[in-house]
């Protein structure tokens, strides 16, 4: 069909032709905001303004101040020297940026996964159906609640070589005492085992995982002859990804800023970072330069450097997330 438009008048409505049927393509008509709707919208944007503030005050300004000063030499009393990019060239080759990004990199690799199938078995554990279960839940999620700091202090109590409760129990089964945080590997170790402590916090979340799931699909499976192990591999796991998948991110975050059990820790076992440098993380590393070294530039460098490598393995995650996370809870 062909329409011609005359001048001085509106063209006709488009047409497309499909098959028997023929569809008319009405031009999009703009209409303007009535009162109502920019009253709503004035709402909206009240209610959310405290968060639009708190993004702007304490992340936007944030980002941008530390990258300015990143290209600074700065120790937060004499004058500002520009450098350009030499904090960033000095971070690359520092020997000492190396062995920290390598420390944390051990940590996050084996805290985040351990972490992550603790706070499963503990969801798991949640989710009986008993008549006493309110108190199993207070009982798993209280440890999650002490303070990192306080836990760090009972961990150094708990390994100590002479008296702690770890070493005796090591004794009883024929193992040699020894000082676990005077060796790099283990005091990184002890500190991976500290940080479980608190998986009472993604516990809850994989619980909530849990009870969304539909009773009907595991009594799908019983009839189908599963078994309780080829039910979670099968059908319990599948469907917990998306949670798996946010604790997964969360504990990334995390794990890339590990700081107070290392500070407390190696505090008191010769200087931090000790032992040789064993637990120096990235983020220790960089409160020594900001705070003890006063090279406010250098340790901004550090930051901005640690942000766009969680974005990076961020948007990693993401990615290969789109073949392992399922969002179908119903299996339709």
Known sequence: ????????????????????????????????WTPAEKRRLRVGIAFISPWILGVLVFIAYPLIYSFAISLTRYSGMADITWVGFANYVAAFIDPLVHTAVGNTLFYAVIAVPVGIVIAIVIAIAMNQDVREIGWYRTALYIPSLIPTFALAFIFVVLVNPQTGIVNQVMKLV?????????????????IVALAQMGAGNAALIFLAGLRGIPKTLYEAARVDGAGPVRQFFALTLPLLSPVILFNL??????????????????????????????????????????????????ASAMAVLLFLA??????????????????????E
């Open 310 to 331: 969680g974005m990076i393995l961020s948007g990693l995650v993401y990615w290969l997330s789109k073949r392992f996370v399922n969002y179908d809870v119903t299996g």
């Open 1 to 32: 069909m062909t329409t011609t438009a005359r001048s001085g008048t509106a063209a006709p409505p488009r047409t497309l032709q499909g098959g028997d049927a023929t569809v008319r393509r009405r031009p999009r008509e703009k209409h303007p």
């Open 174 to 190: 024929g193992i040699p005492a020894t000082n676990l945080l005077g060796d790099p590997t283990t005091a990184k170790l002890v």
């Open 249 to 298: 991110i969360t504990g990334i975050s995390n794990g890339l800023q590990v700081f107070t059990e290392a500070y407390v820790i190696s505090s008191g076992t010769g200087g931090l970072g000790s032992p040789d440098n064993g637990t120096l993380f990235y983020m220790l590393y960089l409160y020594k330069n900001a705070f003890s070294y006063a090279q406010l530039g250098f």
